[in-house]
Structure formats: C-alpha cells, structure tokens
C-alpha cells in the first residue's frame, strides 16, 4: 500500500501533472480573489453595448454593456464550483456502488456491474441535454444531471480497487473477528481507495466542467448565473458568430474552458497512473 | 415535452441545416422559414408565418392590405343589406385551381361549411356568426350573418382560405391532410415537413403571373445558421426579422438591401392582478414609474423600437391615445406611492417592508422564458431598478410550457395562476384586433380567456362590452382610445416596447417587396401585382 507521501512523490516526477497542478492552481486563485482582480462588478453595466475592446474594457463589453473580462473572471468561481460539485456527487454515487460491488461481490456485484455497463454504453451528452431539458434551467439541476449520470466509470474503477484490497490479509482477519460489512467498508477499505477516489474526482471535474459549458451554451443552463458556458450562450444568441465579436467574446471563454479542461485532465491522469490498480505498472519500478 | 425535444434535435442538426445548398437557376427566391409548418396547408399550418405562407397557395375572400385595411380579394365586389345582416359578393370569373378546374361560389359554400364540421379554432368560432351560406350562381356568394360584427371582414373572410371542393369533400381528416391544391400565386410542388417546401409560379393567378419563377422554403430553426445563410447568399430573404445587433452589419452590406418597419410585437411585463401587493392599482403604478423603458429599448434592443405606450396601442395606430400618463422613469414618484401604502424601509436593509406583514421584506419573484436571451436582459434591467426603490426582485429564468404553466394553465385565464410578475409578449395580431382585446382584458374569463393577469376592472369591462358590438368604425377607435386611458390609470400591465422589425434581402433575386405594418414583407401582398 502506498502513502500519500509516496503518492505526492511519484506525481511531482510526471510533468504533466505538474503543470496541470499550476495552472489549476491559477485559476483557483482566480476565482477566490475575482473581487480583487476584476476590473468591475460582472452584472453592472458599466459601459454601451457591444463596445469592442479597448484599455477601458479590454474584451469589450456584451449586449447589455456588462464588461466581458470580468465577466469570465467571476465566471471562473461558477465553471469551477459547477464542474467540482457535479463531480463529487457522481463520486459520491459511483463509491458508493463500486464499494458495495467489490466488497459484497455475488449477485449484487453481478447486478451494480450490469447497471455500470449499461450506463457506459449510453451516449451520455445526448441523454443529459434530454434530462437538462426536462428538469429546467437552473445551476442545481446541471450538477445534478452530470452528478447522476456519470458516477459509472469511477464505480467500476473503485470496485477493481476495493478487489485487490480486500483479499489482502488485513481485511479477511477483521472479518473473521466478526466485523459488520459497514465497519469493514468504512474502517478498512475506504482510506487505501481514498488516492484513487480523489484521481477519479479530478477526472470527472474536468468532463463535468465540459460538460456543464457545453449544455449551458445549449440554452439549458441558468441564464442569469455567469459561467462560462453562459457568456458563451449570449455570445450565440446576440449573434457574435456572425459580426467581429466572436474574437473576444467567443475565443476567450472558449480557450479558458480548453485549459482548464486539460489541466484537470493532466493531474487526474497522473494520478490515476499512480493509483489505479490497473495502470500501476506504468509508472515507476 | 415535445417541444422540447424538438428544440434538442434541432440544435443537434444545426451542423446539418447550414448545408442548404444553392438551387441556383434564374428566378429562383429562397426563402428561410424559421418555424416549422406541418404540410402547409389550411388545417396543417402551425404559426402566423405559416398562415402567410399557406395565402401563397390559397386564396381568402377578402386579403388585409399593406395599412391593415380589409379588401376585397377573390371577391370582385359586394354588398351588404338587410341591416348588414345579408353579404352578397360577386367573385372574380377567371380564378382557376392549380388543377385547371374553375373555382367557383360552390367552393367558397363549401369551404365554410365544411369548417363548422371540422373545427379549426382560428376559422371557426368567427364562422359561427355565419347562418347560410348559398350559391346562386357560379359567382355570386351570398352570406347571412347572425349579428353584424365588425371584425367579420378580418376574420373569417380575409382569413379562411377558400379550399377546392372537388377535393376536400373527399378528406374527413383535415388535421392529417397533405393535399396541395390551391388557387394562390404559387403552386406547391414539393412538401417536407420539418424540411423544406417547394412552390411553382402560378401562372394563371388572376392577380397576375408573380414575379418569381419559383419559391424555395428551407426551414433553419437556428437564428444564427439562419442569418449566415443570409450572408452568405445560400437565402434571398427570410421570414423572421433581423435580431438588432446584426443590422447595422446587414445594412452595411453591398449585395443586401434592408427593408425597416415598425413592429406591432409587444415585450410587456405582467402583474398578477389578484395576488398581494398587486391587488393594489397604486402598487402596480408605483413599479410602472420605476420601469425605465426608454433605457431597455436602448439597450436590450439597441434603441431599435419604439418606447412601450401605457395604453398597450401603438403609437403608429390611428387610435392611439397620446394624453394618457405615460409614467415617465420617476423613482420619487415610485418612492413616494411605495411609502404611502405602507411599504417602509425601517431596518435600512434596502429592501422595503410592512408591518401589517410581520415586516417581510418586499421580495417578488419575476418570471421569465430561459430560451428568450432579450426577454432575460430586460429583466435584469428591471430587476436593477426596482433595487434603487427598495423592491427585491429574484429573476426566474424556466423552460416555456413551465412559464405557460404557471401564467396561463393551458392557455385559459379560468385556471388560474401562479406567478408575482412575468415576462411576456403578445404577437403582431393582438394589435389593433378588437375581439383581442376583449379576450386579453375582460374580467369574466368566458369572454377574457387570455387575460392571465385576472385583471378586473368595471371601467374597462364597460368600454370592452360596447367594443366587442361596436359596428362603427369611428366610434370604436373613440371606445379604444377611452380603454387606454383607463388601462394607463389601473396598470394591469406595462408595455415595455414594440421591436422595430429589419429585413434584409438580396434585390438580384427579387427587388419589390410590400411590406404589411406590424408584420413584414414575406406575405402574398408582395407577389399580388394587381390587388
């Protein structure tokens, strides 16, 4: 079993996720001091509509003369809390199954598995903008249909783990002590998954803040929130597409999205190298 | 639900729809239609582009000109006795189906019995004023109506198309029919619904041969695919106005020609007249006062539009009342009406209060289409205004048939409703319709189906109950002006403007184009040489 000591060890010597870690940490920052950083308060309109950009609003302003920078520096607070959120409740859900699985095996096992397999099959975009559609435009119900709907892969990647840990020696003595499946789940099992948990949340952050950008852009997300994927949604529907302004109204969110994304994805794939049972043999010895 | 996913399967095919590909030969206009029109004829269409689209094919008795005057159309002259309760008119003797067979009175008898045995909504409840209808002889119609109502020569006689009895008669399906074959300007040649329509010239129409040899209709649901079309010279017009951001760009554009009119379109906002504090006609004043109107004309639809009349009537109109109190931004004047029915800032939190309500802060919720971008940023100007006079408003932003809902329970003011404030909208034909304005203002629901404010008012129900029976036409313009005034002092609601409406088109394809007041140029009025 690995510490995280090791773990943190192991990660540092993959650049990927190193440079995935400073950019992530970049946005973080600047979405815990857009107060600061913005140059004014997103919902204000301070300036005409539709104004290019210029040293007084240096992406210009959108169609009601709201400044589009600060705009995209708020809508880093929501892209990330939508995209953190989202992913927690689909772990919440896939540990719960994968746990269950792997540690009750059987018939269970059999039936959560097929339910797995069921849902990865399904095309996933397609069936959350259908769920997005039907449950209403709001910021709960985006990171509700993501959060329900892709708990599937970190199940199945949690119940391989729970596996191997639990035939390994420690785990068969408390049960011979007569310990509940609950007490052993908690007590035993849970903590060495933990590190592959967290991977698998990195992993889903990123696909959920994808995934909340592009079905926001549909028309399905809350269109007086500001997140990313909502700039982009006025974008659209005032027609930037079509006039100059899809350069700095359009290509920023856009680029912002794409490095956020693969910044998620570098941590939670070097992360998963490390932990995951399956691709251990990759990385190190 | 369906509309929904309808509007899912259309952003997953926008990709698919932008590759409506040039047809190229001579003559050809391509028109982008932005709503989807069933089989496209009389019983199939589904919204008021639809109904223009289908008088390209079929032909009604009497047509409402470019100023919204009813003419005569298949008509060549009539007249009305016996207490204008008798309708004779004699048709034009040289109008011939697409088929070749002429068109005659049997027809024009046929057609308005048989939409008392097939409803239509539209059609048939202004057809039950109609007693008889007889043919004497191939041209001559004769009707007899059951009381002489103004609005007979908009609807149902320049509204219901006359339909070819050979083969109607044989369809008892209506709502499922396909059949094509009308007597208009265009011969429908080609029908996929949810697709694209096809239409040959007709050159037989008795208005004279159009303009144009043949008509493409792609439907391109998307605003965006649909202007980049334009642009790109893949469409020589389309049936929905430009959004105002792309006018100064289409203008601008050498191949473009851009028509301009004013809109009869209205953005409102509604109040639910019954509920707690909008039962208070100084209440809804108070907030009329703090709407700056002028500003979200400028800004939402960049100053493309006219300033909303508290009166609901266009200032265009012949009867608009120009005297009313048109509630001018004023936030003292808010103030002031505010603190006089009690409504305090005591905690000076900014948020108003009253004691009479354990001291519940002012909070109102306002409802709005999530998929109507304007109607959101009108909004949240409003919500920023009632802010600086203590009232907290929580936009709302839902799905379409939620709001509906909520508003207006299938669409019947008798069921009730559920909301603070909404946003809303009434289309070009609420304008200047007199029976419309029975139906969105009566306080008996029976009469006021459409009045989802429940606004109740004995003032206003006075004047709609003359109007509703009114055959003069000047004093109903006297009635309409007096219900402005009255509409302007109780606020049931508050217009907040009329969009200006922008065409653009490409001239090589076709330069004459007529364009009806409130609604635009794609209607038969612009391939009618001789009407």
């Known amino acids: 079993m690995k510490t995280t000591n090791n773990v943190f060890r192991l990660f540092l010597k993959g650049k990927a996720g190193v440079v995935g870690l400073v950019i992530l940490s970049a946005f973080i920052l600047v979405a815990v001091f857009a107060p600061l950083i913005s140059p004014y308060p997103p919902y204000e309109r301070v300036g005409t509509p539709f104004e290019q950009p210029s040293i007084k609003h240096l992406l210009g302003t959108n169609d009601i003369g709201q400044d589009i920078l600060s705009e995209i520096i708020y809508g880093t607070r929501i892209s990330l809390l939508i995209g953190i959120l989202s992913a927690g409740v689909s772990l919440v859900i896939g540990t719960i199954v994968g746990m269950t699985a792997g540690y009750l095996g059987g018939k269970v096992d059999a039936v959560l598995m097929r339910a797995v397999d069921l849902n990865l099959v399904i095309p996933m975009l397609p069936l959350m903008i259908l769920l997005a559609a039907f449950l209403g435009p709001s910021f709960w119900n985006i990171v509700l249909v993501i959060g329900i709907l892709s708990w599937a892969s970190p199940a199945r990647v949690i119940r391989s783990q729970v596996l191997t840990i639990k035939n390994k020696g420690y785990v068969e003595a408390v049960e011979v002590l007569g310990a509940k499946p609950f007490y052993t789940i908690v007590k035993h099992i849970l903590p060495p998954t933990m590190s592959i948990i967290i991977s698998q949340l990195i992993l889903m952050s990123s696909r959920a803040i994808l995934t909340e950008a592009s079905l926001s852009f549909l028309g399905l997300g809350d269109p007086t929130q500001k997140s990313w994927g909502i700039i982009l949604y006025y974008a659209q529907a005032r027609s930037a597409f079509l006039t100059d302004a899809w350069l700095w109204w359009i290509l920023p969110p856009g680029i912002l999205i794409t490095i956020l994304v693969i910044s998620f994805a570098y941590i939670g794939n070097t992360l998963e190298e490390i932990v995951n049972p399956r691709l251990r043999r990759n990385v190190g010895k | 639900m369906s509309k929904k996913f309808r509007h899912v399967v259309t952003l997953m095919l926008i990709a698919a729809l932008f590759g409506i590909q040039n047809v190229g030969a001579a003559g050809v206009l391509k028109i982008g239609l932005s709503s989807e029109e069933g089989t496209l004829n009389p019983y199939t269409y589904k919204t008021e582009t639809g109904i223009d689209l289908v008088r390209l094919v079929y032909d009604p008795l009497f047509q409402i000109d470019k100023d919204l005057v009813s003419r005569p159309w298949l008509v060549k002259s009539f007249t009305l006795t016996e ?78 198309p006359i339909l070819p009895k050979h083969i109607w008669e044989k369809i008892d399906n209506p709502d499922a029919s396909n059949v094509t074959v009308g007597s208009g300007a265009f011969m429908l040649t080609d029908v996929k619904p949810g697709e694209m329509y096809r239409m040959k010239a007709n050159k037989d129409f008795f208005l004279g041969a159009p303009d144009v040899d043949e008509i493409v209709i792609p439907l391109i649901k998307d605003t965006t695919a649909l202007f980049t079309a334009l642009k790109a010279g893949s469409l020589d017009i389309t049936t929905r106005n430009l959004s105002p951001e792309l006018i100064r760009d289409f203008s601008a554009d050498k191949r473009l020609k851009v028509l301009k ?22 209440f809804r004043q108070a907030l009329a006062y703090a709407i700056n109107r002028k500003e979200i004309v400028d800004v939402v639809i960049l100053g493309i539009g006219t300033v909303g009349s508290m009166g609901f009537v266009h200032p265009d109109l012949g009867n608009y009342n120009s005297k009313i109190n048109q509630y001018d931004y004023d936030l003292e004047k808010s103030k002031k009406l505010l603190d006089g029915l009690g409504y305090l800032d005591k905690n000076k939190d900014g948020v108003r209060e009253r004691e009479t309500d354990q001291g519940k802060a002012l909070e109102l919720k306002l409802l709005v289409y999530a998929n109507n971008p304007l109607r959101v940023r009108a909004a949240e100007l409003i919500k920023e205004s009632f802010a600086k006079i203590g009232v907290k408003v929580a936009i709302i932003a839902l799905d379409m048939a939620v709001v509906d809902n909520l508003v207006w329970p299938d669409f019947d003011a008798k069921n009730g409703r559920d909301y603070d404030m909404t946003m809303w909208g009434w289309g070009a034909s609420s304008m200047n319709a007199m029976n419309r304005y029975v139906e969105m203002l009566h306080s008996d629901f029976a009469r006021g189906p459409s009045n989802h404010g429940a606004y109740k008012s004995k003032a206003a129900d006075a004047i709609l109950d003359k109007l509703a029976l009114e055959v003069d036409f000047g004093k109903r313009d006297a009635l309409v002006v007096e219900l402005q005034a009255v509409l302007a002092e109780e606020v049931p609601f508050v217009t907040l403007y009329y969009a200006d409406q922008y065409f653009a088109y490409n001239p090589k394809a076709k330069d004459s184009w007529v364009y009806q007041k409130g609604k635009g140029p794609v209607t038969v009025l612009s391939f009618a040489k001789k009407f």
């Open chain 2, 261 to 282: 009119g004013s809109g009869f379109a209205t953005t409102m906002i509604y109040f639910n007249n019954e509920r707690t504090p909008f039962d208070k006609k100084e």
């Open chain 2, 83 to 160: 207490n204008n309760l008798l309708l004779t008119m004699k048709l034009h003797e040289n109008v011939k189906w697409h088929d070749g067979k002429p068109l005659t009175s049997a027809d024009v008898k046929f057609t308005y019995e048989y939409i008392k045995k097939y409803p239509k909504s539209r059609f048939t409840n202004p057809a039950k004023n109609i007693v008889a209808v007889e043919a004497p002889d191939a041209s001559t119609v004769v009707m007899k109506f059951q009381k002489y109502l103004p609005d007979m020569f908009f609807r149902p006689l320049a509204d219901m």
